[in-house]
T-cell receptor
Framework: QKEVEQNSGPLSVPEGAIASLNCTYS??????FFWYRQYSGKSPELIMS????GDKEDGRFTAQLNKASQYVSLLIRDSQPSDSATYLC????????????FGSGTKLNVKP | EPEVTQTPSHQVTQMGQEVILRCVPI?????FYWYRQILGQKVEFLVS????????KSEIFDDQFSVERPDGSNFTLKIRSTKLEDSAMYFC????????????FGPGTRLTVL
């Protein structure tokens, strides 16, 4: 059983600050990592995907992956109140591309 | 932009009744999924479907559940005899042929079992 762990939060940051969301996973064969955003009552929406060690930037979002430490993070720069949501980390393994494992999510509150 | 659609948006049923949740994946996608999210809890994988058969299922997906792609567009989840604990949001998702392809989620069906 692959485990994906996230701090449930809530993580509160002021508007304009950097929000840092973290995720650890237990399966060393995991190859693909995803960050989804989920607003209350809505479906998950993909924010970023990352497959290689290092950083990947897309606009205000940066995903960081460290496979040796089994750690993936998401940085949100210049946080906006509209970023307030639950952020889900998801992992799939090299042995089975058809099964996604989600963390329980971190709730982010961006205060105006 | 193509999107995954689901119907109905909300289904209320009595315990023991059968329900069918419907999804229309994105047209050129090959892999289809059902997930469940109980209120306030994590998104849980139920089943994946490829080439007209189940490719992976979780321990949640017991004999009460079944999936079907009855035609070229619909993908359904059937719960044969609903229990109170089946009350949840059910999300359908689909992706293209490559493992790194983005998985797109539908808006979900909220199932309430009374």
């Amino acid at each position: 059983q692959k485990e994906v762990e996230q701090n449930s939060g809530p993580l509160s940051v002021p508007e304009g600050a950097i929000a840092s969301l973290n995720c650890t996973y237990s399966d060393r064969v995991s190859q693909s990592f995803f960050w989804y955003r989920q607003y209350s009552g809505k479906s998950p929406e993909l924010i970023m995907s990352i497959y290689s060690n290092g950083d990947k930037e897309d606009g205000r979002f940066t995903a960081q992956l460290n496979k040796a430490s089994q750690y993936v993070s998401l940085l949100i720069r210049d946080s906006q109140p509209s970023d307030s949501a639950t952020y889900l980390c998801a992992v799939i393994g090299a042995d089975n591309f058809n099964k996604f494992y989600f963390g329980s999510g971190t709730k982010l509150n961006v205060k105006p | 932009e193509p999107e995954v659609t689901q119907t109905p948006s909300h289904q209320v049923t009595q315990m023991g009744q059968e329900v069918i949740l419907r999804c229309v994946p994105i047209s050129n996608h090959l892999y289809f999924y059902w997930y469940r999210q109980i209120l306030g809890q994590k998104v849980e994988f139920l089943v994946s479907f490829y080439n007209n058969e189940i490719s992976e299922k979780s321990e949640i997906f017991d004999d009460q559940f079944s999936v079907e792609r009855p035609d070229g567009s619909n993908f359904t989840l059937k719960i044969r005899s609903t229990k109170l604990e089946d009350s949840a949001m059910y999300f359908c998702a689909s992706r293209g042929q490559f493992p790194t392809d983005t998985q797109y989620f539908g808006p979900g069906t909220r199932l309430t079992v009374l």
